[in-house]
């Protein structure tokens, strides 16, 4: 089995250093080779490598990590960034079989209107996931087959997992 | 939880409307393991859709760890998967130590493994007892309870808690184990192996259990993965992957085990699975006793690990870093990981956000039940409705985990 990582443990931050550092790494190829102009930034911090996506382009992208063996999709989740601009950043953790390793595609969502294409085609284990991040975050995902909340009642208002929902709810 | 809407998304299938019923599980059924409502399409006895409806345990884990210290988050992890709370704390403090970038101690590391294992161990009875006594085999339930005890009076004499321990804690564990602690262990698992086999006496060759079992709830090893399904799960559908084996953590990589694959994908493959599981987790219990290595429990990381009562009553600098830890935390350094480790359900991972102060700004829990519900309508569909019963029992699900 060949290490991906090239063993040495470092931190690489900026798309530039990642791509010189780790461009033998099978997701980058497989990103670079699909759509170079997707990828806008890239990180490799505490032996994880971040992949920033244009938001416009995660569920083509998605499918060609899958493509190039990072078949398993363990977790999406979001973080609000409440003030700061784009809001919401969703990071999807994807696990690959093969290369024994995972990477963690990141996507920026503006807060106006927060919304995004579902990977629910390419995975359809997303489905719960998507759920919850809509259900506590309130960040739309175009496509889902089923965008309800799934663990706060439906008549609920509000979105509790955001910043500027107080830790103790409203009274 | 519902009130005013649908219950399904979609209404009964036209043409057949006149056929099918709607059938309301739980959430209050004594075989849905917790809070669980199945919202059940029947045609006659055959199962035509299924829905998991979820979150009546929600209490907002996720956002109240926002608000908490680092320290304090480990007895909120405990609350997650109520029946392994060990593997909880391992998961997260693994994922901060990660964030600070701390080393363990090998002692501390190697109790680690061992406490995971006799978690798994703990989860596994409970999770045989309970199916059991679904499938009407009501004996082996008594029987798992009882050995479940000795293990939670190992983790009593351990943390002074039978369930909810906090044991595990960022930078090594809570304190040093009792005196009695690797004898009472050694005791356990010198019997254990043979209780084993009293269930499999009991279970594997019986006939209304075998009929209960075998071929009901197949799951391909396509489906498992497209339906984010792990853990015995997943190995009971033929794929070979064990966080434990394959990205080991905690010094899993020291210890020899055998992986248990089936490729039946059944109700029945995945309760010889969790059996041999059972098995392995002794083997390395004896392991870890054997090899245990000297040395601290704790990392020498003062303004980190709370420091030892008796060095905080009779040294200045432990008493102020004690008093400094509990008044106002430390700062972890910002960053993002995601840390998985095999749990007895399956993967879970751990992903926390740093800001660089001395609360997570984001605590994120990929439990491995959450998706293993998803994939309960593709075991099911075109089976007996009491066939529901025989497949949430085996799929092993803790809904303190799904609802958080």
Same mark, same amino acid.
């Given at each position: 089995?060949?290490?991906?990582?090239?063993?040495?443990?470092?931190?690489?931050?900026?798309?530039?250093?990642?791509?010189?550092?780790?461009?033998?790494?099978?997701?980058?190829?497989?990103?670079?080779?699909?759509?170079?102009?997707?990828?806008?930034?890239?990180? %490799?911090?505490?032996?994880?490598?971040?992949?920033?996506?244009?938001?416009?382009?995660?569920?083509?992208?998605?499918?060609?990590?899958?493509?190039?063996?990072?078949? %398993? &999709?363990?977790?999406?989740?979001?973080?609000?960034?409440?003030?700061?601009?784009?809001?919401?950043?969703?990071?999807?953790?994807?696990?690959?079989?093969?290369?024994?390793?995972?990477?963690?595609?990141?996507?920026?969502?503006?807060?106006?209107?927060?919304?995004?294409?579902?990977?629910?085609?390419?995975?359809?284990?997303?489905? %719960?996931?998507?759920?919850?991040? &809509?259900?506590? &975050?309130?960040?739309? &995902?175009?496509?889902?087959?089923?965008?309800?909340?799934?663990?706060?009642?439906?008549?609920?208002?509000?979105?509790?997992?955001?910043?500027?929902?107080?830790?103790?709810?409203?009274? | 939880?519902? #009130?005013?809407?649908?219950?399904?998304?979609?209404?009964?299938?036209?043409?057949?409307?006149?056929?099918?019923?709607?059938?309301?599980?739980?959430?209050?059924?004594?075989?849905?393991?917790?809070?669980?409502?199945?919202?059940?399409?029947?045609?006659?006895? /055959?199962?035509?859709?299924?829905?998991?409806?979820?979150?009546?345990?929600?209490?907002?884990?996720?956002?109240?760890?926002?608000?908490?210290?680092?320290?304090?988050?480990?007895?909120?992890?405990?609350?997650?998967?109520?029946? #392994?709370?060990?593997?909880?704390?391992?998961?997260?403090?693994?994922?901060?130590?990660?964030?600070?970038?701390?080393?363990? @101690?090998?002692?501390?590391? =190697?109790?680690?493994?061992?406490?995971?294992?006799?978690?798994?161990?703990?989860?596994?009875?409970? =999770?045989?007892?309970?199916?059991?006594?679904?499938?009407?085999?009501?004996?082996?339930?008594?029987?798992? $309870?009882?050995?479940?005890?000795?293990?939670?009076?190992? $983790?009593?004499?351990?943390?002074?808690?039978?369930?909810?321990?906090?044991?595990?804690?960022?930078?090594?564990?809570?304190?040093?184990?009792?005196?009695?602690? $690797?004898?009472?262990?050694?005791?356990?698992?010198?019997?254990?192996?043979?209780?084993?086999?009293?269930? *499999?006496?009991?279970?594997?060759?019986?006939? /209304?259990?075998?009929?209960?079992?075998?071929?009901?709830?197949?799951?391909?090893?396509?489906?498992?993965?497209?339906?984010?399904?792990?853990? @015995?799960?997943?190995?009971?559908?033929?794929?070979?992957?064990?966080?434990?084996?394959?990205?080991?953590?905690?010094?899993?990589?020291?210890?020899?085990?055998?992986?248990? /694959?089936?490729?039946?994908?059944?109700? =029945?493959?995945?309760?010889?699975?969790?059996?041999?599981?059972?098995?392995?987790?002794?083997?390395?219990?004896?392991?870890?006793?054997?090899?245990? @290595?000297?040395?601290?429990?704790?990392?020498?990381?003062?303004?980190?690990?709370?420091?030892?009562?008796?060095?905080?009553?009779?040294?200045?600098?432990?008493?102020?870093?004690?008093?400094?830890?509990?008044?106002?935390?430390?700062?972890?350094?910002?960053?993002?990981?995601?840390?998985?480790?095999? *749990?007895?359900?399956?993967?879970?991972?751990?992903?926390?956000?740093?800001?660089?102060?001395?609360?997570?700004?984001?605590?994120? $829990?990929?439990?491995?039940?959450?998706?293993?519900?998803?994939?309960?309508?593709?075991?099911?569909?075109?089976?007996?409705?009491?066939?529901?019963?025989?497949?949430?029992?085996?799929?092993?699900?803790?809904?303190?985990? /799904?609802?958080?």
């Amino acid at each position: 089995m060949t290490d991906p990582m090239m063993a040495e443990t470092k931190t690489l931050i900026g798309k530039a250093a990642v791509l010189e550092g780790l461009h033998e790494h099978p997701a980058i190829k497989a990103i670079l080779a699909w759509d170079p102009a997707a990828l806008t930034d890239a990180k %490799f911090d505490r032996d994880e490598l971040t992949l920033t996506i244009a938001a416009d382009k995660i569920r083509a992208a998605a499918a060609s990590v899958q493509a190039a063996g990072y078949n %398993f &999709f363990e977790d999406v989740t979001a973080v609000d960034w409440f003030p700061s601009s784009p809001r919401f950043q969703l990071s999807y953790h994807i696990l690959s079989h093969i290369y024994k390793e995972r990477i963690r595609l990141r996507v920026m969502v503006d807060g106006d209107t927060p919304a995004i294409e579902s990977i629910t085609s390419v995975w359809p284990a997303a489905n %719960f996931y998507e759920r919850e991040v &809509f259900d506590l &975050f309130g960040i739309r &995902f175009e496509g889902h087959p089923n965008l309800r909340r799934i663990l706060m009642p439906d008549e609920w208002q509000g979105h509790p997992l955001r910043k500027d929902y107080p830790v103790e709810g409203y009274r | 939880m519902n #009130s005013g809407t649908p219950i399904l998304e979609v209404p009964v299938a036209e043409g057949a409307r006149d056929q099918h019923m709607i059938l309301n599980m739980g959430p209050q059924h004594p075989a849905m393991h917790g809070v669980l409502r199945l919202v059940v399409e029947i045609d006659g006895e /055959i199962v035509v859709r299924l829905y998991p409806e979820i979150g009546y345990l929600h209490t907002g884990i996720e956002k109240t760890c926002e608000a908490k210290f680092y320290h304090q988050v480990v007895p909120l992890t405990d609350r997650l998967d109520y029946l #392994s709370p060990m593997a909880n704390n391992l998961c997260y403090c693994l994922a901060v130590e990660k964030l600070l970038g701390l080393e363990i @101690p090998a002692k501390a590391q =190697w109790l680690r493994v061992l406490l995971a294992e006799l978690t798994r161990l703990n989860s596994h009875l409970i =999770w045989l007892g309970t199916h059991a006594m679904d499938i009407g085999a009501l004996t082996v339930f008594l029987y798992c $309870f009882r050995e479940r005890e000795e293990i939670l009076r190992i $983790f009593e004499g351990l943390s002074g808690q039978r369930m909810m321990t906090s044991y595990i804690r960022i930078g090594g564990l809570a304190m040093e184990p009792p005196l009695d602690f $690797f004898d009472r262990v050694q005791g356990f698992i010198r019997t254990f192996p043979e209780k084993i086999d009293e269930y *499999s006496n009991l279970l594997t060759g019986n006939p /209304i259990f075998r009929n209960r079992l075998k071929g009901v709830g197949i799951l391909s090893a396509a489906d498992a993965i497209a339906l984010g399904v792990t853990g @015995p799960n997943m190995r009971g559908s033929g794929v070979d992957f064990d966080l434990r084996r394959d990205m080991p953590y905690s010094g899993y990589e020291k210890f020899q085990f055998k992986v248990p /694959i089936a490729t039946e994908g059944d109700c =029945w493959a995945r309760y010889l699975i969790r059996l041999v599981e059972m098995r392995e987790s002794v083997g390395m219990i004896q392991q870890a006793l054997d090899g245990m @290595p000297e040395g601290p429990i704790k990392a020498d990381a003062p303004k980190i690990v709370l420091p030892d009562r008796e060095k905080m009553k009779t040294q200045m600098e432990a008493l102020i870093h004690h008093f400094k830890i509990v008044t106002e935390g430390f700062a972890v350094p910002a960053g993002e990981v995601y840390q998985g480790i095999e *749990s007895p359900r399956g993967q879970m991972g751990y992903y926390i956000v740093s800001d660089g102060t001395a609360k997570p700004y984001r605590v994120h $829990f990929r439990n491995p039940s959450f998706a293993t519900l998803q994939a309960l309508e593709t075991m099911l569909k075109g089976r007996m409705i009491a066939d529901v019963i025989a497949v949430v029992g085996s799929i092993d699900i803790v809904l303190g985990e /799904i609802d958080r």
